[in-house]
């Protein structure tokens, strides 16, 4: 019964990841898997890869290894490379080292677990490491994803949110997120797979860490201050263990609004953090079309 522990969405975010290791530890699964975005929307991303790293466990790529990468080759708009809305991600390039660079840009887009090879793992989905499945995945769809793979088990991450969904004879597995949870549970999540008798026991688990930590070290850092309004934004969604920054994002386009704190102020009016992300953007839309 070979036993699989899958984690993803670390996000910098090193006190999750440690105290995630030491329950794994515990654990004692036969092999360890990354989902990918060990980086980006935190200040520990070297920390984080030389975790990874020494621990010999085989990664994904996430969109935020790419995310990170592009700042630092400065491959972004211009604009990106002064406004305060991206000073953030400046930092957590530049915080970086070329030698941890190298490790997220050789990760792979995808890979099979070693002890059971009927198990495949991507960021997001097999088409793209942006696309997340969650509840709001339609069942066509997540049948697309799975008919495009030879495997029984599809894992993946991205969306922040665990998820467990059977088809016919193949499941659907999202892992949730180490660092950044958007299930307003604030636990480190990860899963736990075991193959059974030619099927898979899921196991899907949440691990308390120090949170006051985390914040000394957005302070000790430098990210909270150099970050700005970006920072206090992810601090945020640590603490909440919900989505606020990309919600944010794409409500100033919808309202017309510059990326600042007043601006911020006027969006908390409006937004509900439980609501799908769909919903609140076409209540916004609505909201300032009769205003």
């Known amino acids: 019964m070979p036993r699989i522990a899958v984690i993803a969405d670390i996000h910098a975010n090193a006190p999750a990841l440690e105290a995630v290791v030491d329950d794994i530890e515990r654990q004692a699964p036969d092999e360890i898997l990354v989902g990918g975005d060990l980086v980006g929307r935190g200040p520990q991303g070297s920390r984080i890869v030389d975790i990874i790293r020494d621990l010999g466990w085989p990664s994904i790529r996430g969109n935020h290894e790419d995310y990170i990468l592009n700042f630092r080759n400065y491959d972004v708009p211009d604009d990106w ?34 002890t059971v090879p009927d198990l495949r793992l991507v960021h997001g989905s097999p088409r793209s490491y942006k696309e997340g499945i969650g509840d709001w995945t339609s069942e066509e769809s997540i049948r697309e994803h799975l008919a495009s793979i030879e495997e029984s088990l599809l894992v993946c991450a991205h969306t922040h949110r665990p998820l467990v969904e059977r088809f016919d004879n193949q499941i659907v597995v999202n892992v949730g997120s180490v660092g950044l949870p958007f299930n307003g549970d604030p636990r480190a999540q990860y899963a736990i797979l075991t193959r059974r ?18 914040y000394e070290i957005y302070r000790e850092s430098g990210f909270l201050e150099d970050g700005g309004l970006t920072a206090e934004i ?52 609505r909201h300032y079309q009769e205003e």
């Open 81 to 114: 490379l002064v406004a305060d809305e991206w000073a953030a991600w400046r930092w957590m390039a530049r915080e970086l080292e070329g030698e941890h660079a190298e490790f997220i840009d050789a990760l792979p887009f995808s890979r099979t677990a070693d």
């Open 197 to 214: 008798d030619n099927d898979w026991e899921i196991e899907l688990r949440q691990v308390d860490y120090d949170h006051d930590r985390v």
């Open 234 to 285: 992810l601090r945020r969604e640590v603490r909440t263990a919900r989505p606020y920054l990309v919600p944010f994002q794409k409500w100033t386009d919808i309202a017309g609004r510059d990326f600042n704190r007043d601006a911020f102020e006027a969006f908390l009016d409006l937004y509900d953090p439980t609501e799908s992300m769909g919903d609140f953007f076409e209540r916004a839309r």
